[in-house]
């Protein structure tokens, strides 16, 4: 749980108040939970209608208790549940409306029909997100319909390990080509994307392979740590390299 400083106020233009906390303060308070989180982040979000924090008279950003909850809020659906954007406002506009909310059952295994109560997912997360999932759960954590999933698999975006049932990485995968799609972005235009991504796990498996092979169990044990410890270098290294072809600096 996030554990914030008391106070707050209503959203508007403010002097500023000790009950409230800067942007650099609240980055603190949520790198205890979510390491990986920035600035960049925060005024994204910000952007996106998430969080409306209030200004002082010179322009800066002031975030009250509510604001960093909220925060906490947003970034544990998206790390829990892989929702989109819209999917979590409507989430918690209803709940702040007092109505109950069911999300998709990712998190844990639960009787047939279970959702997740929004009250719940607020707390501590009990687990990791499900290894499997089925066509019905994918589409709705990622808020899409059956032509567009229909559609991305046929180009090979998205691969059900068997008819109709998917691994929960597809989540991710199905968020980010929505909002590709949002910025016109169609799935024909990704291939050459879809053929990068495959030789450059051509290469990390290349690598790996004597690994798996090797007579000693324990060798054979730390293929799966090097193969995700390479995957995640050349993750970072595909997006320097996007960065610096665009000449921006990426969140």
Do not use: C
Not at 147 to 168: F, M, R
Not at 184 to 191: D, F, K, N, S
Not at 212 to 217: A, E, G, L, M, W
């Amino acid at each position: 749980m996030l554990h914030t400083p008391s106070g707050g106020a209503d959203s508007g233009t403010v002097a500023p108040d000790r009950g409230l906390m800067s942007i650099g303060t609240v980055l603190n308070v949520l790198r205890e939970e979510f390491p990986e989180v920035t600035v960049s982040k925060i005024r994204f979000l910000e952007s996106e209608g998430l969080i409306e924090p209030q200004r002082t008279p010179s322009g800066y950003r002031k975030f009250s208790t509510r604001d960093v909850e909220r925060l906490g809020h947003v970034l544990r659906m998206q790390r829990d549940h892989y929702l989109p954007l819209k999917v979590i406002r409507e989430h918690l506009d209803a709940l702040e409306r007092g109505e109950e909310v069911r999300l998709p059952a990712l998190g844990r295994p639960r009787d047939a029909g279970d959702g997740e109560l929004l009250e719940d997912l607020l707390g501590e997360p009990e687990a990791a997100p499900a290894a499997r999932i089925d066509r019905d759960e994918l589409m709705t954590a990622a808020g899409i319909s059956a032509e567009q999933l229909a559609e991305w698999e046929s180009y090979g975006l998205v691969t059900p390990l068997v008819e109709g049932i998917y691994d929960a990485e597809a989540v991710t995968l199905a968020t980010l080509l929505a909002e590709l799609g949002r910025h016109g972005i169609e799935p024909r235009h990704l291939r050459v994307m879809k053929a990068a991504a495959d030789r450059e796990a051509g290469l990390v498996d290349q690598v790996v392979a004597p690994l798996r092979r090797h007579r000693n169990p324990q060798t054979r044990a730390h293929a799966e740590a090097r193969t995700k410890e390479l995957a995640g270098l050349a993750v970072k290294l595909h997006a320097a390299l996007v960065q610096a072809a665009l000449g921006v600096r990426l969140p």
